[in-house]
């Protein structure tokens, strides 16, 4: 039996090191969010998940958001590849900013860093 996600549980981000505040959420409400609007494409897109057959035409437009030339061959064309970076990829793509286009996680680390 799997188990299904509690949509109730909200994520704890360390807000001082995204807007500057003392550490405590803001206000939520969508003007607040004005500093992260990729999270509005994310929240969109909630429920996209891998086929059991065949491949989801969502999560490999994420992966083709992507630089072919970091990934291995075919790892961008189905949904059988990793594609949590992908999709941050996407999302920040999607709002106009520019992430690492790398399907690997780890390119992550020192994105924003300057």
């Known amino acids: 039996m799997s188990r299904q996600p509690n949509w109730s ?30 999270m509005d494409v994310a929240m969109q897109e909630i429920g996209t998940r891998e086929f059991k057959n065949g491949s989801n035409p969502k999560v490999v437009e994420y992966l083709q958001s992507c630089d072919a030339r970091f990934a291995s061959s075919g790892a961008l ?33 020192r994105w924003g860093m300057g």
């Open 77 to 109: 064309e189905n949904d059988e590849s990793d594609w949590c970076s992908a999709f941050v990829s996407w999302c920040l793509q999607q709002s106009d900013i520019a992430g690492t286009k790398h399907p690997r996680a780890r390119s992550w680390i």
């Open 9 to 38: 549980i909200k994520p704890r981000l360390n807000y001082s090191l995204v807007s500057g505040s003392s550490g405590l959420p803001p206000d939520l409400s969508p003007s607040s969010l004005d500093f992260c609007p990729w």
